[in-house]
Nanobody, 131 residues
Framework: EAQLVESGGNLVQAGRSLILSCSAS????????IAWFRQAPEKEREGVSN????????WFADSAFGRATIATDTARGTVYLSMNNLKPEDTAIYSC????????????????????????WGRGTQLTVSS
C-alpha cells in the first residue's frame, strides 16, 4: 500500500528555521515527483515546492523562493523541505503528495503538475509560526 507520512511540524517563532520530512513507502519512489502543499485556515491549498526524483529538477512558489530548499534521500525514500526566516503567514498544514513523472506537466515552463493529478497524498503536519 502506497503511503506518505509527513513529520517535523511544530510551533516556532518568526525568523526561525524548520525542516519538514515526507517519508514514502509502497511505490517506486524514483519514478515520481514529490510536492509539498500547504493549507492555511480559511484559505485554499497552495503548492510550495516540488522535486522530480528522477532528474532532481525543482520548483518553488514565489512565497518560498529564496527561503526554502528541497532535497531527497533516495535510500530512505524521504523528501525534506527546509524553510528559513519563517513568517506567521507560513502557518498552515503542510502535506506532501506524489505524482508519477510520466504524467504531463500542467505548466511545462514551471515544471508543475495539476493538483488533481497527484497519485498519493499524506495527511499533513501542522506548522505554526508565532510572531
Amino acid at each position: 500500500e502506497a503511503q506518505l507520512v509527513e513529520s517535523g511540524g511544530n510551533l516556532v517563532q518568526a525568523g526561525r528555521s524548520l525542516i519538514l520530512s515526507c517519508s514514502a513507502s509502497g511505490f517506486a519512489f524514483d519514478g515520481f515527483a514529490i510536492a509539498w502543499f500547504r493549507q492555511a485556515p480559511e484559505k485554499e491549498r497552495e503548492g510550495v515546492s516540488n522535486i522530480n526524483i528522477q532528474d532532481g529538477s525543482t520548483w518553488f512558489a514565489d512565497s518560498a523562493f529564496g527561503r526554502a530548499t528541497i532535497a531527497t534521500d533516495t535510500a530512505r525514500g524521504t523528501v525534506y523541505l527546509s524553510m528559513n526566516n519563517l513568517k506567521p503567514e507560513d502557518t498552515a498544514i503542510y502535506s506532501c503528495a506524489a505524482i508519477n513523472v510520466d504524467k504531463p506537466y500542467s505548466d511545462y515552463a514551471l515544471r508543475v503538475y495539476e493538483e488533481d493529478e497527484y497519485d498519493y497524498w499524506g495527511r499533513g503536519t501542522q506548522l505554526t509560526v508565532s510572531s
